[in-house]
Nanobody, 124 residues
Framework: QVELLESGGGSMQAGGSLRLSCVAS????????MGWFRQTPGNEREGIAA????????WSDDSLKGRFTITRDNAKSTLYLEINSLKPEDTAMYYC?????????????????WGKGTQVTVSS
């Protein structure tokens, strides 16, 4: 089981930028599909994007591409999510997850190992 630890969240002003990190331990992320998700209170966890070991990215919504960037550094077993032009609606708990390599899309049910999340709060 891959253990994942997210960091980089906090309280931000709208219009700013941040980069979330997700570091894996016990096992490298290299073979895994990796994904970022977010969840707000009372709502289901939703996918943002998933990235294969080779860097191919699948987005849950193409409209996210303009402000969100997902990258991975396999050598560091680290996954990143950069968010630009932050909006109050980006406020959520952000989670990273590791899944099987043969099916890589930002669907919650395709991921087995999850971090505990990092909170992002954006004020206007």
């Amino acid at each position: 089981q891959v253990e994942l630890l997210e960091s980089g969240g906090g309280s931000m002003q709208a219009g700013g930028s941040l980069r979330l990190s997700c570091v894996a331990s016990r096992f490298p992320i290299t073979p895994h599909c990796m994904g970022w998700f977010r969840q707000t209170p009372g709502n289901e966890r939703e996918g943002i994007a998933a990235v294969t070991k080779g860097g191919a990215t699948t987005w849950s919504d193409d409209s996210l591409k303009g402000r969100f960037t997902i990258t991975r550094d396999n050598a560091k077993s680290t996954l990143y999510l950069e968010i630009n032009s932050l909006k109050p609606e980006d406020t959520a708990m952000y989670y990273c997850a590791a899944g099987n390599p043969w099916s890589c899309s930002p669907s919650v049910r395709q991921f087995r190992d999850w971090g505990k999340g990092t909170q992002v709060t954006v004020s206007s």
